[in-house]
């Protein structure tokens, strides 16, 4: 963790990315940075890994030239890894071996609305927050909200999802198409506007998720929800960590249509408290939203009110009001700054598991017994309703003998959710971080993913180094 | 359309099916049929295309014996073709290159029903009615209803979908995670049971639809949702039908979560009425359910009565009986019969368009006049919610002069959908029949599908001739 920065690129030897840089340059100009201070900017997302600059960035400003650059990075055999906000947080940017990064920011067009329809079309560099704000007078909203204000392209291209899933679904329910640029530089449109489609392979499915691996994602075509009539946020606390997760369960099963679930552990709580001054209980916790109309958000949240009060939940807070509800999820919001807060100055290394709901709590509770017993200091947060969950563990790089602790707690997490049937990743992804837990989870499926790598990528110059050893 | 058998199969000439079918013959006994009924039985679907019976027909009855079957077929080169319940609508089953005929209607058990996470894991051989009768006691249901009693295998190689997509989604929404067995008959699991995940290339969502062409798919984990407190269901003649695709584009917007909206044209009453001897308004007409609370569904039925009766709709009778619901249900799953009762002794032939919503109207509008100038008979039903319809073309095989008109206006359908940003299929697939219109509709992609298909099956030995040309 902290700022290593590995000057030293492994640099394959069929790479000539002096000859490329010298094409590129003539032909972008200014628009290809080589500037230090940029590339190094562009070697890290939010996570643990080290600095890995590439050799070269271009801010690319549309699909034509993403397409020309990445053919220039292909005759000369040279990486490409495209680059958004640069949230990610499994190494997913780091330039393994040296390369071109394509920065999509100044492609932030919102490119057509289709209010009729319920979708749009953008461009990869559109933040969520900029897109919900675009979309403000049409009564629409995208609803996936991974917490970081990614980009669209970013959120495409690792499936994420975050706290609106459990009803609205990730990116891969949420994409209709994209236009892609491959590893030869062609420019490709995976499906058209329809809502459903049997025609062919899922190629729009295949994009998403695969972390620029197999081509740059250079348009986004969206679907879109009507912002709901009422809106209900509630918070409740719990006894233990069992009646938490049982009340969720109930909930889903008996069908109540909530559009968010989120938990967080009492080290959690504790933090928070410590962090934003609240007085909130130190206790298993739970939010909830409600989307509907009046009558509806009225109804749902009553209903899970008594499904919590059968399992022991506290005092059940429920509002309507937007002002109340922002208080209320702050603490929400805030978590991860809350658990940055504990340790000052450590960096934190969120991990990312999702399992089977009726495994979730096994899995919390023995996760929290494993960081205890490793002297470990990791608040717990999730997206319940999926069975997705996140420690923030807090550990000090320089410190060898935690760090080696950190690690093994990590691992033994994602072997845990395996062996319940669940992933490695929820909706980080694998990046370079996770390439062995690929393995763990998926066995001999990964040779099927690397026949496709091959076959799309075969000289592996799209982000090489990441999802999978080719 | 009619019974044509093709006797003379297009046999490859690396094929050595004679050799194989020793092999297969020597491990399998009386579970390899070579008989004449047996191989016609299997050599075409529900659809307009001629019978191309298999060589033989294998009734496998576990993964194994499957994975066992195709290695043997691998070696000798000998296409593979997997068999549901033969209820597939493009030609998808015909045996075009001889082969091997895996029918899998033996493999028929649920194997597990994970009721707190809402799933369930099944061989490919159950079909949809057979897994909610065996649902029916825990309280859960799997509401994909492509309209046959399709088998749950079938279904996912199609990407099917139905009257409850428009809430629940497709197949591809639908399918958490697959075993399938190669081309070369390795056996693999695509993904675990977790909600989401962003672990690696989603190979579940790229074999949902693959129509056999990849692999054969031999256990099917599938998503399952509580059985709603309430149905309600309604029916509304409209003056226009560009009236009745406004009322579902309002609905939808509004962001009322209807289960079902399924349209029919004044044609289709017509021959309802004749066949089911009602007395239902020869007009355009939209079927709605609707899911939830009791509180949920009046209050949507309300909503969309509301806007129904902007838009000029008839009386709305609306009912939550389950005996009245039937009943007004009947007329439109007795569509296909009404349909070819039309013309009796006729083959009809169901086309599959899917495009956004906003253009639904104008496309079934133009669809109607260039039937009604080819002098065809071809009424039309859909599930509008998505922007999905059918045309029941019918016309005598006998007569080449029908049949030049009805596969000219399929083409020019399928046309006109695409220039709408619209698919080929909604739900239907490629088989034999569209591969054409699959170039037409996704250009340079189709070069992507290509790509893998030749990773996964370099030797074309799955379902060749189908989705592409190799």
């Known amino acids: 963790m902290g700022l290593q920065i590995h000057r030293t690129v492994e640099h394959r030897p069929e790479s000539r990315i002096d000859e490329a840089m010298?094409?590129?340059?003539?032909?972008?100009?200014?628009?290809?940075s080589t500037s230090e201070s940029v590339r190094e900017q562009h070697g890290k997302g939010e996570d643990h890994h080290p600095v890995v600059p590439p050799d070269g960035v271009f801010f690319a400003e549309s699909t034509e030239e993403v397409a020309e650059a990445v053919k220039i990075c292909a005759e000369y055999k040279m990486p490409v890894i495209p680059f958004g906000t640069g949230t990610s947080l499994e190494g997913h940017v780091a330039a393994l071996h040296g390369g071109l990064t394509i920065d999509l920011t100044r492609m932030d067009a919102v490119l057509e609305v289709n209010a009729e329809d319920l979708d749009c079309r953008v461009q990869p560099g559109v933040t969520r927050k900029q897109l919900n704000e675009y979309l403000r007078d049409t009564g629409l909203f995208f609803p996936i909200d991974p917490g970081a204000d990614a980009s669209i392209?970013?959120?495409?291209?690792?499936?994420?999802?975050?706290?609106?899933?459990?009803?609205?679904?990730?990116?891969?329910?949420?994409?209709?198409?994209?236009?892609?640029?491959t590893a030869d530089g062609r420019i490709v449109k995976t499906a058209q506007r329809a809502r459903k489609s049997s025609a062919g392979y899922d190629l729009t499915r295949l994009f998403v998720g695969s972390e620029g691996t197999l081509g740059v994602i250079t348009e986004i075509t969206l679907r879109l929800y009507g912002i709901p009539e009422s809106i209900v946020s509630a918070l409740c606390a719990y006894p233990s960590l069992e009646a938490a997760v049982n009340t969720v369960i109930e909930t889903i099963q008996l069908g109540v249509p909530v559009s968010r679930i989120e938990i967080a552990d009492e080290v959690q709580m504790k933090a928070t408290n410590d962090y934003s001054?609240?007085?909130?209980?130190?206790?298993?916790?739970?939010?909830?939203?409600?989307?509907?109309?009046?009558?509806?958000t009225t109804e749902q949240a009553e209903m899970v009110k008594a499904i919590s009060d059968e399992w022991g939940g506290g005092d059940f807070q429920w509002t309507a009001s937007a002002e109340e509800r922002a208080k209320l999820w702050q603490a929400?919001?805030?978590?991860?700054?809350?658990?940055?807060?504990?340790?000052k100055g450590a960096e934190v290394w969120a991990t990312d598991v999702c399992v089977p709901i009726s495994r979730l709590a096994e899995c919390i509770v023995e996760t929290q017994n494993d960081i205890r017993e490793n002297n470990l200091i990791a608040p717990i947060v999730g997206h319940v309703g999926d069975g997705n969950f996140h420690l923030v563990l807090i550990a000090d790089q320089d410190d060898a003998d935690e760090m080696a602790r950190a690690n093994a707690v990590n691992e033994r997490l994602v072997h845990r959710a395996i062996a319940m049937e669940g992933t490695?990743?929820?909706?980080?992804?694998?990046?370079m971080g996770k390439m062995d837990f690929l393995i763990a989870e998926h066995g001999e499926a990964v040779s099927l993913m690397r026949l496709i790598k091959k076959a799309l990528d075969p000289e592996n110059i799209m982000n090489p180094g990441k999802i999978l050893r080719v």
Chains 1, 2 share one sequence.
């Open 153 to 181: 392209g970013g959120m495409t291209a690792t499936r994420a999802s975050g706290t609106n899933a459990v009803r609205y679904g990730t990116m891969r329910e949420n994409v209709l198409g994209l236009t892609v640029v």
């Open 277 to 296: 001054g609240t007085d909130l209980p130190v206790a298993p916790m739970l939010w909830f939203e409600f989307h509907g109309t009046e009558a509806g």
């Open 22 to 32: 010298g094409v590129l340059k003539q032909r972008f100009g200014d628009r290809l």
């Open 332 to 343: 929400r919001h805030d978590a991860a700054y809350a658990a940055k807060n504990i340790r």
């Open 424 to 431: 490695c990743t929820g909706e980080h992804g694998i990046g």
